[in-house]
Nanobody, 121 residues
């Protein structure tokens, strides 16, 4: 069973930065696709950034230029760094995994519990 555990969320002021981490365990297929999503209260989850099983990266327009997605060499930890945070970035951030390429569609098979990011003005 694939398990995802996010960490690194917290409260920051506008203009600050955060690095979120996601520990991935329980999968045997190294060709797993990983992504970060966020969810605003009362809204559906939206993609932020993703890495496919060949290392190709994609960003949502809201994150492009402000975010970096990366993973360690063992593909066991996924990172998301967001710079220049804004109050509208306040959301629950989720890590997701799937053997199939999903890009930023919220149809991933495996999800973490999320980590809250709050940006104050």
């Amino acid at each position: 069973q694939v398990q995802l555990v996010e960490s690194g969320g917290g409260s920051v002021q506008t203009g600050g930065s955060l690095t979120l981490s996601c520990t991935v365990s329980g999968y045997t297929d190294s060709r797993i696709c990983l992504a970060w999503f966020r969810q605003f209260p009362g809204k559906k989850r939206e993609g932020v950034a993703g890495i496919d099983n060949e290392g190709l990266i994609t960003f949502a327009d809201s994150a492009r230029g402000r975010a970096t997605i990366s993973q360690d060499s063992a593909r066991r930890t996924l990172f998301l760094r967001i710079n220049d945070l804004k109050p509208e970035d306040t959301a629950m951030y989720y890590c997701a995994a799937d053997p199939e390429v999903r890009w930023l569609l919220p149809t991933y098979e495996y999800w973490g519990q999320g980590t809250q990011v709050t940006v104050s003005s």
